[in-house]
C-alpha cells in the first residue's frame, strides 16, 4: 500500500522538554487510514495534526465500537530514536480489534507507517532523561448510524505525543484501595481488549477511591470477588517468599507488554515466577506472616508503580515499610536501561525508527 506524505505550513512550537506531562500537546502530524468492505484499508495518509470531522449519528461515539494502543519512543544516549516492542503492540491491536469486529490490519504495514510518522516528526522525541514520545494507534466505526451491529466503515489514526519523566523526584509509590463492590470485567468479556468500554468502566470507582485517599483501585474478579486482576490501568505482581507471582491471562486481564517484559527477566535472572490465580486473603496472609515484600504495578506508562499501602475492607497493609522494594528497582532500571539504550539489548526488544 502506498503511504502518501503532506507536510505542514504551520509547524507548531516544540515544547520546553522539562516541562512535559502526559498527553497534553501533540507532535504536528498524525497517521490516517480507512477502511471500507470494497477497499479494505486504504487511503494511508501522513497528514496535518488534525480534527476528525464525525456526523453525530457515528457509531463510535455511540457504541464505543473502538481499539487503541499505547507505545513509547525513546531516544537513546546516542541520540537514536527507537521503540519497545512495537510489534508486540500491533498484536495486541488486532487481538483488541477481533473481540470488537473491527477488521484486522496488516501489522507490519501499520508499524512501518508508525515508524514514519516518527520519523516526520522526530523533532518532537523530547531529549531530556527519561522523557519520551508517546504514540496511540487508534481505530473508531464510521458508520453513520444508530442501531447495534458492527460499522461497516473505520479510520486508523495514529497520534504523538511528548511526555515528561514519570519519577521526575524518584519513584512515587501508590496507595490502592481493593474493591469487592465494583468490577472492570468479566471472564468472557472484553477485559483482554484495549476498547474504550474497560477504561469507561473504571472511573467512577477510580473517583470513589481517590475520595478515600488512595491512588489507584485493585480490580478483583467480577465472579467469586477473590481473585486478584490487575491495578488501576497496570498489571501486578506479588514479591512473596522470593517468588514472582502475578495472575495468569484468563480473559478479562490485557495482556501487558510491560507484565511479559518482566517475567521474561526474571526468568533470566532465575527468579522463581508463578502466573497462577491469587486471592486477596492469600496476600493478606502473606503480610501478616511476614512472607510479603514486595507489590508492584507494571505498565507502559511508568514501567514499573511500587505500592506503598493496600486497603482492603477495615485493614490498610503497609508494603515493604512503604519503601520501594529492591526488586521494584531492578525491573525498572534494568527496563528502562534497554529503552534508552543504555544496556545492551538482550532479547532484540527494541526497533530502532531512524531508517524507517
Ligand atoms: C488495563 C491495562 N492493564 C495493563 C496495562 C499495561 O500494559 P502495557 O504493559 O502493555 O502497557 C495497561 C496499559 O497499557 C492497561 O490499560
Same mark, same amino acid.
Given at each position: ?24 500537546? *501533540? ?9 471500507? /468492505? %470494497? ?28 481499539? *487503541? =494502543? ?29 473481540? +470488537? ?14 515508524? #514514519? ?12 532523561? %527519561? ?24 479510520r486508523l489514526f495514529i497520534i504523538l505525543s511528548p511526555v515528561g519523566a514519570y519519577y521526575? %523526584? ?7 484501595? +481493593? ?16 476498547? /474504550? ?12 477511591? #481517590? ?18 486482576e490487575e491495578v488501576g490501568t497496570m498489571n501486578i505482581l506479588f514479591l512473596i517468599n522470593? =517468588? ?28 522463581? +515466577? ?20 514486595e507489590i508492584f504495578g507494571s505498565g507502559t506508562a511508568a514501567v514499573i508503580s511500587p ?50
Open positions: 500500500m502506498d503511504l502518501r506524505i503532506t507536510l505542514t505550513k504551520m509547524p507548531k512550537q516544540l515544547p520546553d522538554d522539562s516541562k512535559l506531562g502526559f498527553g497534553e500537546l *501533540f507532535s504536528d502530524h498524525m497517521f490516517n487510514m480507512d477502511y471500507n /468492505p %470494497e477497499q479494505g484499508w486504504h487511503n494511508a495518509r501522513i497528514e496535518p495534526y488534525a480534527p476528525i470531522m464525525m456526523d453525530p449519528a457515528t457509531m463510535v461515539l455511540h457504541y464505543g465500537q473502538a481499539v *487503541f =494502543e499505547g507505545l513509547k519512543a525513546y531516544r537513546t544516549t546516542n541520540g537514536r530514536i527507537q521503540l519497545f516492542r512495537p510489534d508486540q503492540n500491533m498484536a495486541r491491536f488486532n487481538r483488541s480489534a477481533r473481540l +470488537v469486529c473491527i477488521p484486522e490490519i496488516d501489522e507490519a504495514f501499520v508499524l512501518l507507517a508508525l515508524k #514514519k510518522l516518527i520519523s516526520t516528526d522526530k523533532k518532537w522525541v523530547p531529549m531530556a532523561p %527519561e522523557t519520551s514520545l508517546y504514540v496511540r494507534p487508534t481505530i473508531v466505526a464510521m458508520d453513520s448510524f444508530l442501531g447495534v451491529r458492527p460499522s461497516s466503515t473505520y521526575p %523526584e524518584g519513584f512515587n509509590p501508590v496507595t490502592i484501595w +481493593v474493591t469487592d463492590k465494583y468490577v472492570r470485567a468479566v471472564r468472557g468479556g472484553l477485559g483482554e481488549a484495549k476498547t /474504550p468500554a474497560n477504561y469507561a468502566a473504571s472511573l467512577y470507582v477510580a473517583e470513589v477511591a #481517590k475520595k478515600a485517599g488512595y491512588t489507584q483501585v485493585l480490580w478483583l474478579d467480577a465472579i467469586e470477588h477473590r481473585y486478584i522470593g =517468588e514472582l507471582v502475578t495472575p495468569p491471562l484468563g480473559g478479562s486481564i490485557l495482556a501487558g507488554i510491560t507484565r511479559d517484559s518482566v517475567l521474561t527477566l526474571a526468568r533470566d535472572w532465575n527468579i522463581p +515466577v508463578a502466573e497462577r490465580p491469587i486471592t486477596i486473603d492469600e496476600v493478606m496472609a502473606a503480610h501478616k506472616h511476614g512472607s510479603l515484600q505500592v506503598s499501602h493496600l486497603a482492603w475492607q477495615d485493614q490498610v497493609l503497609t508494603v515493604g515499610r512503604a519503601r520501594v522494594g529492591p526488586m521494584a528497582q531492578r525491573f525498572y532500571e534494568a527496563i528502562t536501561d534497554i529503552q534508552y539504550g543504555r544496556a545492551e539489548d538482550r532479547f532484540g526488544w527494541m526497533v530502532p525508527v531512524d531508517e524507517a
